[in-house]
């Protein structure tokens, strides 16, 4: 903390104008590309009408040369071109983030920011879809995410996540505030990297039932073997069944992108998702409701979802809109909620139930 503060502004304004420069010049070869292939495929698509004209020589009674047919080619892939520029700019001008437009110009992809670069991932058709479009939830004016869509099938229940970082809690107060249920961390890494249950678990668990909330928990995987998921599994179980209450809501596993320094860096994908899997099973022979609890990000960069669909998923997703296309259970759509009886930020999150 020392050393971040004791840095000069002029460093940390070169280093933002160094990043924004990358930023901007990757965007730039991002359109580039883009624009290129839109208008290579519209050419295509003109040259091989076109070719058929080329062939008849007439079509509907007009003739056409060679000549002529070349520059209806041009100018079609010169159309395509100024309407994608169009786009981006009023994409600018409608003052959209750089995501938030390369989404629109994208949309058979998933795209994701990771450490300031864009990733691309086609959506995949074989995975079971959500049915909700950009416009079914909504913020109140209290700060909650609302379903406003008209399936009567759909069911929604407010939730929060918390941890000993949230402090102390009213859960009276909080229960009154409209939230129905409560995640609640009950292991975490100690400063020496000892697994330890959460300071607060048992004391959260108990005032979250006696609230009335329905209650679940989470832990991060952070297990780089089969064994240590085992372990990690293990703990999870032990604490609950010390614990002596039951769980209402499910046992989430929080899947994230680990940072440089981590042992997990070196992981497969196929490694992350026998973790989640192994995870699940243990939690679910257990009698409990396994959920894989990630962001969009991690879902698609470590993850083999494919092979993870007999599981429920906790999407993390803080943009206006819901950008998860999959089959969801629970949705965290902010972590700077507001909730009476809890001091500073919450996590918020949003049950979904659609009825068969």
């Known amino acids: 903390m020392k050393s971040n503060r004791s840095m000069s ?18 965007l730039n070869i991002l359109f580039l590309c883009a624009i290129t292939v839109a208008s290579l495929a519209m050419a295509a698509v003109c040259f091989v009408r076109l070719e058929r004209m080329r062939a008849e020589k007439t079509v509907e009674g007009t003739v056409y040369t060679d000549a002529q047919i070349d520059k209806l080619k041009f100018t079609s892939a010169m159309n395509e071109r100024n309407r994608l520029l169009l786009q981006i700019q ?37 995975l079971e879809k959500n049915i909700f479009g950009e416009t079914d939830f909504a913020l109140g004016e ?26 102390e809690i009213d859960w009276e107060k909080v229960a009154e505030d409209r939230i129905a249920f409560a995640m609640l961390r009950v292991a975490c890494r100690d400063s020496e990297g000892m697994l330890t249950v959460d300071e607060r678990f048992a004391e959260n668990l108990s005032g979250a039932k006696s609230a009335g909330l329905r209650t679940g928990c989470y832990v991060d995987l952070d297990a780089d073997s ?8 293990a703990f999870v179980l032990e604490h609950l069944s010390l614990s002596q209450q039951e769980m209402g809501a499910p046992v989430a596993v929080r899947v994230q992108i ?33 959920v894989i609890y990630a ?3 991690a879902f698609n960069m470590l993850l083999r979802m494919d092979e993870l669909e007999d ?18 259970n629970c949705w965290q759509y902010s972590i700077k909620g507001t909730v009476a009886g809890i001091e500073g930020d919450v996590a918020l999150d949003l049950s979904v139930t659609v009825k068969e």
């Not at 429920?312 to 969801?328: M, Q, S, T």
């Open 226 to 233: 089969e064994k240590a998921t085992e372990e990690l599994a």
């Open 90 to 126: 009023s994409s600018f001008e409608s003052g959209n983030s750089t995501i938030s437009m390369l989404r629109d110009l994208f949309p058979e992809d998933l795209v994701v920011m990771w450490e300031g670069r864009f990733y691309f991932y086609p959506v995949n058709k074989n």
């Open 9 to 26: 502004t002029s460093d940390t304004q070169n280093r933002d104008n160094q990043t924004h420069r990358r930023t901007f010049y990757f």
């Open 258 to 290: 680990p940072d440089h320094s981590s042992s997990l860096n070196n992981q497969t994908r196929e490694e992350w998702s026998q973790s989640v899997k192994t995870f699940c099973s243990k939690i679910h022979r257990a009698g409990y409701e396994p």
């Open 311 to 328: 599981y429920g998923k906790w999407i993390a997703d803080y943009g206006d809109y819901l950008y998860f296309p999959y089959r969801f």
């Open 295 to 297: 962001n969009t990000a």
């Open 142 to 167: 209290n700060g909650f995410m609302d379903y406003i869509g008209d399936n009567s099938a759909v069911s929604v229940s407010h939730g929060i996540d918390v941890s000993s970082l949230n402090g």
